[in-house]
């Protein structure tokens, strides 16, 4: 299931969506019966940065931890990064657009606030800058804003 919603690209549809909210889920069900942590039950878990594209510049391009939490949070970054590609997948011509792109912005928004309050309580180490509290702040206020003008394009139109 894992390679299925993580190794490989995933359309801008609901459907992709389902697939890693699917994963997710099975991950917390997993979870609540097997603790997957490092000393528990360990499972290596390699993430990449998303914004990581060989350069220098930036912090680590990735990182391994044996943490279910870890997992899960990097899983839930995919859901926001998602949800926000099918935001933007919208033509913005229809009512019906303008709330699908809406709503996604705004879920988008909410993934990344979650992830902002609670990433450094979950990873122990310098998280990839991806997952930085900053960067997550600034994507959740940017979907923020996208949802905003889907909403002002929608009231504009009448």
């Not at 680590?60 to 990097?74: Q, V």
């Not at 709330?99 to 450094?120: E, R, Y």
């Not at 994507?139 to 394009?153: F, K």
Request: with cysteine; proline share 4%; aromatic share 8%.
């Amino acid at each position: 299931m894992r390679s299925k919603a993580c190794n490989q690209p995933l359309d801008k549809h609901q459907s992709a969506l389902d697939v890693l909210t699917r994963y997710y889920d099975q991950l917390v069900a997993i979870e609540n019966k097997i603790p997957i942590t490092a000393t528990q039950n360990p499972i290596s878990f390699k993430w990449k940065d998303a914004f990581d594209k060989g350069s220098l510049f930036f912090g680590r391009a990735s990182l391994t931890l044996n943490d279910g939490a870890f997992e899960r949070t990097a899983v839930l970054f995919n859901c926001g990064a998602l949800m926000s590609a099918i935001a933007s997948s919208q033509s913005m011509c229809t009512d019906e657009e303008l709330k699908t792109a809406a709503k996604f912005f705004q879920q988008s928004a909410g993934v990344f606030a979650h992830l902002k309050d609670s990433i450094l309580g979950i990873v122990q180490q310098e998280p990839t800058p991806d997952l930085m509290p900053d960067t997550l702040s600034v994507l959740s206020i940017i979907m923020l804003a996208q949802a905003q003008e889907a909403i002002y394009i929608k009231a504009e139109k009448g």
